[in-house]
């Protein structure tokens, strides 16, 4: 009996100190209360267990052939044999050299004009990695602070030469830093919001006083002295050439300044030192039926060679096709420019008549790489969709096999879908790209209930095109790999990606600048007076937000008649059994004819405009649906295009569950990877061998651009931009530059 009270006590002790530790999760710290119930939640479906995601594939040591099978959800890969042939580093030495070389000084964001963002500084290590601290840190926005929204975001990665660092603010100044003091030498205001993603330090040989720190801001690039911060008014037009907008960073070639203008579609090229137009190459072809395909993901050079290396955008309109049939060329594709006879070399499109905005963002990354005993100059493209392509440079031909399948065809009227699309298996995917029910996270029950409850509403699946009719849930919206791109180890012939791995939701619908048929007035006063305080005076539909932030799509109403309601019969039938409405057959009729005559006045005109809505697929938490990582970084085996690792990027509360990230990466010959652009603010340092976290430091804001690094005085520093993050509103923590390194 005694045995039984004690037992009894003791349990009842254990259940009170449980509910005290759930009361504190649940009440006092929400970061606690997430990782509570999201411990729970992956104990509940055994999350090690079928988190694809998280499986580690360590190859890295391997020569022999190898016969694997991969989980087939991601459809990555199925029984492949391959050789693996060993690296000959000797003679591979040189060409390491030059590709690491270049970035000594960082005179280019992005790490020069291979936009790899690789160094051979070695100070930084594994074994000295926990001394990492703050040398010192610029706030840009004491001074002057004005809550700006997230179009001001620094997404600049700063340059470096000659002990000041250059890089830009959320309030249109390009700032001169001291690197080892960290005070200012000089502000330039530009007047205008500087939304460019790179910069370019441009060394005058012949007269280094006439140096350049290119900036594209808008619509024109300015020439600042980098000693004075004053413009150069012997360039161009006094300090700056008309370009067109500019995102990338320029480069210089053979004297010659070299843009990508993303409103005229063209490659164009400026004498150095005077700014004068010197020709241009269009992007597309001029026969071109769409708009967009833009070069705004970023450009290489490949000097020796004269060929510029160009990611594009999508097409516009973005998520209907209609108007712009076909594949639409150079959109979403890799473009190799020949400058010496100012043509296309070659190109290769992604995705044909991209309905997703499955652009290119990232910029090609240049890099040598050794494959049967063969060095092989190439240029790697990372892609939003998770798809890792690389290319020989002079040629354009792929090193792995390209596959396509067939894709599926759109409900939507005049859209007519590409037929093909690619679906490769190495190198191996960095994301899953097709939505499964199965995703969703069992951290909310309620939560993922509703979404299977209302399954019936939504479409996915592989390349599966919008809807007018349900709504399309998909990967790869926001990444895959962002515009920073990943970074090539030539040592280890590794490539690391940061990706995003979050799920979203697409609507169409229509809205008609027409009116209804004039001579059926008094038919669509009917329908006025009863129909459209539901479906929209125009019948293109509505969304309604609940208090629960629940978004509700009441559907649309156009081409009913074509679709579903061929006959009066038919649609008399659902009306009733829908609505149970008072409507007289009569009424019903009239309004079955105002329908039928309003679509096909679109459908004969084209007059109905479509548009959409899109947005994360998240819980009420304000997370995403889906079971994480939702960010994550991957390590690829280039020699083989087969997985290393993959670990999750960024915290929510005190679990790695990886977050979105719009920052980047920077990767050292120490075996050292460096990470920013998380939601949780931090910086991180992993070990490239493993993906292992080795060092981290809280900084004010979340960073949307790479860090980079530089050797001054025998120091190696490492300068990291908090700006905010890239859907953050700003405070006046915002445009943060830190300057990390050992202190003596």
Same mark, same amino acid.
């Given at each position: 009996?005694?045995?039984?009270n004690?037992f009894?006590?003791?349990?009842?002790?254990?259940i009170?100190f449980?509910?005290?530790?759930?009361?504190y999760?649940?009440?006092f710290d929400t970061g606690?209360?997430f990782?509570?119930?999201y411990?729970?939640?992956?104990?509940?479906?055994?999350?090690?267990?079928?988190?694809e995601?998280?499986?580690?594939i360590?190859i890295?040591?391997?020569k022999e052939?190898?016969d694997?099978?991969?989980?087939?959800k991601?459809?990555?890969l199925?029984?492949?044999?391959l050789?693996?042939?060993?690296?000959?580093?000797?003679?591979y030495s040189?060409?390491?050299?030059?590709?690491s070389?270049?970035?000594?000084?960082w005179?280019?964001?992005?790490?020069?004009?291979?936009s790899?963002?690789?160094?051979?500084?070695?100070?930084l290590?594994?074994q000295?990695?926990n001394?990492l601290e703050?040398?010192?840190?610029?706030?840009s926005?004491?001074?002057?602070f004005?809550?700006?929204?997230?179009?001001?975001?620094?997404?600049v990665n700063?340059v470096?030469?000659?002990?000041?660092?250059?890089?830009?603010?959320?309030?249109?100044?390009i700032?001169?830093?001291?690197?080892?003091?960290?005070k200012?030498?000089?502000k330039?205001?530009?007047?205008k919001?500087i939304?460019?993603r790179?910069?370019?330090f441009?060394?005058n040989d012949?007269?280094?006083?006439k140096?350049?720190?290119?900036?594209?801001?808008r619509d024109v690039?300015?020439?600042?002295?980098?000693?004075?911060?004053k413009?150069?008014?012997?360039?161009g037009?006094?300090?700056?050439i008309?370009?067109?907008?500019v995102?990338?960073?320029?480069v210089?070639w053979?004297n010659?300044?070299?843009?990508?203008?993303?409103d005229?579609?063209?490659?164009?090229a400026?004498?150095?030192?005077?700014?004068?137009f010197?020709w241009?190459i269009p992007?597309?072809?001029?026969n071109k039926?769409?708009k967009?395909g833009?070069?705004?993901?970023?450009?290489?050079?490949?000097?020796?060679?004269?060929?510029?290396f160009?990611?594009?955008?999508?097409?516009?309109?973005?998520?209907?096709?209609? #108007?712009r049939?076909? /594949?639409? &060329?150079?959109?979403n594709?890799? %473009?190799?420019?020949d400058l010496?006879n100012?043509n =296309? +070399?070659?190109s290769?499109?992604?995705?044909?008549?991209d309905?997703?905005?499955y652009?290119i963002?990232?910029?090609?990354l240049?890099?040598?790489?050794?494959?049967?005993n063969?060095?092989i100059?190439?240029?790697?493209?990372m892609?939003?969709?998770?798809?890792t392509?690389v290319?020989e440079?002079?040629?354009?031909?792929?090193?792995f096999d390209?596959?396509?399948?067939?894709?599926?065809? #759109?409900?939507v009227? /005049?859209? &007519?879908?590409?037929?093909k699309? %690619?679906?490769?298996n190495?190198p191996?995917?960095t =994301? +899953?790209?097709e939505?499964?029910?199965?995703?969703l996270d069992n951290r909310s029950l309620?939560?993922?209930?509703?979404?299977?409850n209302?399954i019936?509403?939504?479409?996915f699946g592989?390349?599966?095109p919008p809807s007018?009719?349900k709504?399309?849930?998909?990967?790869?919206l926001?990444?895959?790999?962002?515009?920073?791109g990943?970074?090539?180890?030539?040592y280890?012939?590794?490539l690391f990606?940061?990706v995003?791995h979050?799920?979203?939701k697409i609507?169409?619908?229509?809205?008609?600048?027409?009116?209804?048929?004039?001579?059926l007035?008094k038919e669509?006063n009917?329908?006025?007076?009863?129909?459209?305080?539901?479906?929209?005076?125009?019948?293109?539909?509505?969304?309604?937000?609940s208090?629960?932030?629940?978004?509700k799509?009441?559907p649309?109403?156009?081409?009913i008649?074509?679709?579903?309601?061929?006959s009066?019969d038919i649609f008399?039938?659902k009306?009733?059994?829908?609505?149970?409405?008072d409507?007289?057959?009569?009424e019903?009729?009239k309004?079955?004819?105002?329908?039928?005559?309003?679509?096909?006045?679109i459908?004969?005109?084209n007059?109905?405009?479509i548009n959409?809505?899109?947005s994360?697929?998240?819980?009420?938490?304000d997370?995403?649906a889906?079971?994480?990582p939702?960010?994550?970084?991957?390590?690829?085996?280039?020699?083989?295009?087969l997985l290393?690792?993959?670990?999750?990027?960024g915290?929510v509360g005190k679990?790695?569950?990886g977050?979105?990230?719009?920052?980047?990466?920077l990767v050292t010959?120490?075996?050292l990877?460096f990470a920013?652009g998380?939601?949780?603010?931090k910086?991180?340092?992993?070990n490239?061998?493993?993906?292992?976290?080795?060092?981290s430091?809280q900084?004010?804001?979340?960073g949307?651009?790479?860090p980079?690094?530089?050797i001054?005085?025998?120091?190696?520093?490492l300068?990291?931009?908090?700006s905010g993050?890239?859907y953050h509103?700003?405070d006046?923590?915002s445009?943060?530059?830190?300057?990390?390194?050992?202190?003596?």
């Amino acid at each position: 009996m005694l045995v039984k009270n004690i037992f009894i006590s003791l349990i009842s002790l254990l259940i009170l100190f449980i509910f005290i530790i759930f009361l504190y999760f649940s009440y006092f710290d929400t970061g606690l209360s997430f990782t509570f119930h999201y411990l729970k939640s992956k104990a509940d479906e055994n999350y090690r267990e079928n988190q694809e995601t998280l499986n580690i594939i360590n190859i890295q040591n391997k020569k022999e052939n190898y016969d694997n099978n991969f989980d087939s959800k991601l459809g990555l890969l199925s029984k492949l044999k391959l050789d693996l042939p060993s690296i000959n580093f000797d003679s591979y030495s040189n060409q390491i050299e030059e590709q690491s070389i270049e970035i000594t000084n960082w005179e280019r964001s992005n790490g020069g004009n291979f936009s790899n963002k690789f160094t051979n500084f070695e100070q930084l290590n594994k074994q000295n990695i926990n001394n990492l601290e703050v040398l010192w840190k610029y706030n840009s926005v004491n001074d002057h602070f004005i809550k700006r929204n997230w179009m001001n975001n620094v997404e600049v990665n700063p340059v470096f030469y000659d002990g000041i660092v250059y890089f830009t603010t959320p309030y249109k100044e390009i700032i001169a830093i001291d690197a080892i003091s960290g005070k200012v030498i000089w502000k330039f205001n530009s007047l205008k919001k500087i939304d460019a993603r790179g910069i370019l330090f441009w060394l005058n040989d012949q007269n280094p006083k006439k140096s350049c720190l290119f900036v594209p801001i808008r619509d024109v690039v300015f020439c600042i002295d980098p000693k004075s911060g004053k413009k150069v008014n012997s360039f161009g037009m006094k300090g700056f050439i008309k370009t067109g907008t500019v995102r990338a960073a320029p480069v210089v070639w053979r004297n010659k300044l070299i843009v990508a203008s993303l409103d005229t579609l063209k490659i164009k090229a400026f004498n150095l030192p005077s700014g004068d137009f010197a020709w241009e190459i269009p992007i597309h072809p001029i026969n071109k039926n769409f708009k967009g395909g833009t070069p705004w993901g970023g450009i290489s050079l490949d000097s020796q060679r004269s060929l510029l290396f160009v990611s594009t955008g999508n097409p516009r309109p973005a998520l209907y096709g209609g #108007s712009r049939e076909g /594949n639409n &060329k150079n959109s979403n594709s890799i %473009i190799a420019f020949d400058l010496i006879n100012q043509n =296309i +070399k070659w190109s290769f499109q992604e995705v044909a008549h991209d309905l997703w905005d499955y652009d290119i963002a990232s910029p090609p990354l240049l890099t040598s790489i050794e494959i049967n005993n063969k060095i092989i100059d190439v240029v790697i493209v990372m892609t939003k969709i998770g798809n890792t392509f690389v290319f020989e440079r002079d040629s354009g031909e792929s090193i792995f096999d390209i596959n396509y399948k067939n894709a599926p065809i #759109s409900d939507v009227y /005049n859209e &007519k879908t590409a037929s093909k699309q %690619i679906f490769n298996n190495i190198p191996v995917p960095t =994301i +899953k790209l097709e939505f499964d029910f199965n995703d969703l996270d069992n951290r909310s029950l309620e939560d993922r209930n509703k979404f299977l409850n209302d399954i019936d509403s939504y479409k996915f699946g592989w390349f599966e095109p919008p809807s007018l009719e349900k709504t399309l849930l998909l990967y790869g919206l926001h990444g895959g790999a962002q515009w920073p791109g990943g970074v090539f180890d030539p040592y280890s012939n590794n490539l690391f990606i940061p990706v995003n791995h979050i799920p979203w939701k697409i609507r169409l619908f229509i809205s008609s600048d027409e009116e209804y048929p004039k001579n059926l007035k008094k038919e669509y006063n009917l329908y006025a007076k009863n129909c459209s305080s539901c479906h929209g005076k125009k019948r293109n539909g509505i969304y309604v937000t609940s208090k629960e932030k629940e978004i509700k799509y009441i559907p649309s109403l156009i081409d009913i008649y074509n679709k579903k309601y061929s006959s009066f019969d038919i649609f008399y039938s659902k009306i009733l059994d829908k609505h149970k409405s008072d409507f007289t057959k009569n009424e019903l009729d009239k309004i079955y004819k105002l329908f039928k005559k309003w679509d096909d006045k679109i459908n004969t005109n084209n007059t109905g405009k479509i548009n959409f809505q899109w947005s994360q697929l998240l819980y009420n938490d304000d997370l995403p649906a889906t079971r994480p990582p939702w960010g994550k970084i991957v390590s690829l085996n280039m020699n083989t295009g087969l997985l290393n690792w993959q670990v999750p990027n960024g915290y929510v509360g005190k679990i790695k569950t990886g977050t979105s990230n719009f920052g980047g990466i920077l990767v050292t010959k120490s075996g050292l990877i460096f990470a920013t652009g998380t939601d949780d603010n931090k910086v991180v340092a992993l070990n490239s061998e493993n993906g292992n976290e080795l060092w981290s430091y809280q900084m004010d804001s979340a960073g949307s651009t790479s860090p980079m690094t530089f050797i001054w005085k025998d120091k190696q520093i490492l300068i990291v931009v908090a700006s905010g993050g890239r859907y953050h509103n700003y405070d006046d923590k915002s445009g943060t530059i830190y300057a990390f390194g050992i202190k003596e």
